[in-house]
């Protein structure tokens, strides 16, 4: 049987190769279209509507990775003609030490398959959950970790709009790495002084920040601050901080000051910190003063191992 046929598409969903025709045969076997690459598909270890996310061993570059399958007939369209050649164009062009690193885009007649490196230790969330709460010094250097990230991409032009604790993966060193740009937009660099409005809902509502929630056109990169201060939040007090269970309370919530729990402890360097992101438009922190706050340039202890310290 004749190998692959590899040519350049206009799909709306790559302007990269597209592999046609028939897998190969070898040693009496057929590969498939990721085996014909080098990538032997693992585990799963995320799943959803459209869209299924496995590890993969690359046997090229003898490491693993991770393979998300999107299908093309369980995909929306918009998402196919819009949101994913957008994902794909966007990660193509980012490379930074504290967001998951595009390899590779393949796609054949039924789906799309994105390769990128793999985070051994899961998500954020993983970890809050295991651990109750995050401690301060933890959390303040996973915090600064989420601040270089999002901060290179601003400078770029790029909005992620979709920052949570589950889009936050941990690698092999439980350092953070951002992910999941599904619902990220390019060329969206501030011009003198203009920021480009976002009109498109997007993320999760207990991350959204108030103009997302009221539904009027808004600056993206200061609703990813905003969601950047419920991720902290929810790294000190191992909850988010607004209960998005009932949409109209949730607005309400959002548009006053942030509650606190009185347990676990936490210092008031942080809590000033987090109430100056979880701010209004205009009195919200932005991201240069963020890096110059008390509790961010404070002095981080070296954790290690993802472990929370114990009394």
């Given at each position: ?43 799963t ?11 993969a ?13 999107v ?19 966007v ?5 930074h030490?504290n ?40 959390a ?8 270089d990230?999002v901060d290179?991409?601003?400078e ?22 951002l ?6 937009r390019?060329?969206?660099?501030i ?37 950047m ?9 191992g ?5 998005d ?67």
């Open positions: 049987m004749s190998s692959p046929q590899t040519q350049k598409t206009n799909s709306p969903v790559l302007t990269t190769q597209v592999v046609t025709g028939q897998p190969i045969v070898k040693e009496g076997k057929k590969q498939t279209v990721l085996e014909s690459h080098g990538y032997v598909l693992g585990k270890v995320g799943s959803g509507s459209y869209a299924t996310v496995r590890m061993h690359s046997e090229r570059h003898n490491m693993n990775v991770a393979v998300k399958i299908s093309k007939f369980s995909a929306p369209a918009d998402y196919l003609k819009k949101f994913l050649p957008r994902e794909i164009e990660v193509k062009g980012l490379k030490p967001l998951i690193r595009f390899l590779q885009a393949i796609e054949t007649t039924h789906r799309v398959y994105i390769i990128m490196e793999y985070a051994e230790n899961g998500s954020l969330l993983e970890v809050i959950r295991r651990d109750s709460y995050i401690d301060e010094n933890r303040r250097k996973w915090f600064r970790q989420l601040v990230a290179y991409c601003h770029r032009g790029v909005v992620h709009r979709d920052i949570k604790c589950e889009n936050l993966l941990m690698n092999s060193e439980y350092e953070i790495k992910s999941d740009f599904g619902f990220a390019g060329h969206m660099k011009k003198n002084g203009q920021v480009p409005l976002s009109e498109t809902f997007c993320g999760s509502y207990a991350y959204a920040s108030p103009e997302i929630l009221k539904g009027i056109p808004y600056q993206p990169q200061y609703s990813d601050i905003w969601s201060g419920v991720v902290l939040f929810a790294m000190v007090y909850r988010l901080p607004f209960d269970t009932n949409y109209r309370d949730l607005v309400k919530q959002v548009t006053n000051k942030v509650v606190f729990p009185k347990e676990p402890k936490v210092s008031l360097m942080c809590k000033s910190l987090i109430n100056k992101i979880l701010a209004p438009l205009k009195a919200r922190i932005r991201i240069p003063s963020i890096k110059t706050d008390p509790w961010y340039i404070y002095n981080v202890s070296d954790i290690g191992h993802g472990s929370r310290e114990r009394n």
